[in-house]
C-alpha cells in the first residue's frame, strides 16, 4: 500500500476531519497519514486505543517512535500520559495497550538499523527556549542525533514562522492552528515538505503548539526490506 509516498511533494492531512478505520486489532482505530509498504510498512499515522484494547506482543523491527496526544499509553515499560514521547529503537519490544483509552501520533520504520537509543520524556515537566533566530518561538528539544532533529514548538499568535526545510520537515498541530499554502491547520492537522523547501507559516489568533521534525528525508525513503 502507498499513502502519499511521493516525498518530493508537500503534503497535506487534516487528520481531524478524517474517518476512523478500523486496524486489524479489535478496539484499535486510525486515520493514516503516509505509508510505504504492505504489511510490514514505513507509516505515520494517528492511532486511537479504545479503553481496555491492546496489541499482542511484538517486535519492532525498524523501530517506532511516538507521542502521546491523549489518555494513557501502556505497556510492560509503564504508564504514558498525554505529553509523553516516547523512542524504541529497532529491535526493542512491547505490547503495547490503555485501560483508560488514548490516542498516539506514531512513526514506523523510521530508524536507522544501528540505532539503539530508547527514550521516554514526559513534556509536560520540561521547559521551553526562546529561539533567538525566530522571534515568538519557543522550543523544546526532545532528540537529534546526525539524521533528524525532533522538538516541541509553541508559536505566538499572529507571528510568521519561515519554514526552511533542506533536508525535509513534518509538523503536526498539538493545538491552536496555522496557516500556509492557503490552508488553514487546526488540532492533529500534519504537514510534509520535501528537501529544499522554503516557506512561511502564519501562527493563528491563538498561536500554535506543534510537534516538528527535521532533516530525516535527506535520502528517499524506501519500503522497509524484511
Known amino acids: 500500500m502507498e499513502l502519499n509516498a511521493d516525498f518530493d511533494r508537500r503534503v497535506a ?29 514505513r507509516a505515520t499515522t494517528i492511532v486511537r486505543f479504545a479503553p481496555h484494547s491492546k496489541f499482542s506482543p511484538h517486535v ?22 498525554a ?31 544501528d540505532d539503539r537509543t530508547e527514550v521516554k520524556i514526559d513534556t509536560t515537566g520540561r521547559a521551553y527556549a526562546p529561539d533567538p533566530a525566530r522571534p515568538g518561538v519557543e522550543v523544546m528539544p526532545l ?11 509553541r508559536w505566538a499568535p499572529a507571528v510568521d514562522i519561515p519554514i526552511s526545510a533542506p533536508d525535509g520537515a513534518e509538523i503536526l498541530v498539538l493545538h491552536g492552528s496555522f496557516e500556509e499554502g492557503g490552508e488553514t491547520f487546526e488540532r492533529h492537522s500534519w504537514l510534509r515538505v520535501p528537501r529544499a523547501w522554503r516557506g512561511k507559516a502564519v501562527a493563528g489568533p491563538a498561536g500554535a503548539h506543534v510537534w516538528t521534525k527535521r532533516g530525516h528525508l535527506a535520502e528517499t525513503p524506501r519500503p522497509p526490506t524484511v
Open 13 to 41: 492531512v487534516h487528520a481531524g476531519r478524517l474517518d476512523w478505520v478500523a486496524s486489524p486489532m479489535p478496539g484499535v482505530d486510525r486515520r493514516m497519514l503516509d505509508r510505504l509498504g504492505s504489511e510490514v510498512a
Open 83 to 113: 505529553g509523553s514521547y516516547i523512542r524504541n529503537p529497532p529491535r526493542s519490544h512491547h505490547t503495547p495497550g490503555s485501560e483508560p483509552g488514548c490516542t498516539i501520533f506514531v512513526k514506523l520504520w523510521q530508524f536507522d538499523p
Open 60 to 81: 519492532h523491527a525498524g523501530g517506532e517512535e511516538f507521542l502521546v496526544l491523549d489518555g494513557v499509553f501502556q505497556d510492560e515499560h509503564g504508564d504514558f500520559p
Open 143 to 153: 532528540f537529534a542525533d546526525p539524521r533528524e532533529e525532533v522538538a516541541l514548538e
